[in-house]
């Protein structure tokens, strides 16, 4: 089993920067790639971004150029900065791993807040 710790979150106004961190324990030798995904009230999940065990990174279009993941495999984390927040990247952030084995089995942190003010 893995689990996935995210902190990070918070209140900031909109063209602000925040930092998202997710922390991977447990099984870590079947995660292959992790990522970033939001929900807003009312709205389904989304996936924001996500790296491969390799580097390789892909992001929706709404934050390409103002977001950018990363990760550190030595410390079992995966980051997400956000710069230029706007409005609507308001919602509950969701750190993310799929199984290496088993691409359709998918770990999941608890969620962390991020709300940007206009």
């Known amino acids: 089993q893995v689990q996935l710790v995210e902190s990070g979150g918070g209140l900031v106004q909109a063209g602000g920067s925040l930092r998202l961190s997710c922390v991977a324990s447990?099984?870590?030798?079947?995660?292959?790639?992790m990522g970033w995904y939001r929900q807003a009230p009312g709205k389904p999940r989304e996936l924001v971004a996500f790296?491969?065990?390799?580097?390789?990174?892909n992001y929706v279009d709404s934050v390409k150029g103002r977001f950018t993941i990363s990760r550190d495999n030595a410390k079992n984390t995966v980051y997400l900065q956000m710069n230029s927040l706007k409005a609507e990247d308001t919602a509950v952030y969701y750190c993310?791993?799929?199984?290496?084995?088993?691409?359709?089995?998918?770990?999941w942190g608890q969620g962390t807040q991020v709300t940007v003010s206009s």
């Open positions: 790296i491969t065990s390799g580097g390789v990174t």
């Open positions: 993310n791993a799929k199984n290496r084995y088993n691409p359709n089995k998918n770990y």
């Open positions: 447990g099984s870590i030798f079947s995660i292959n790639a």
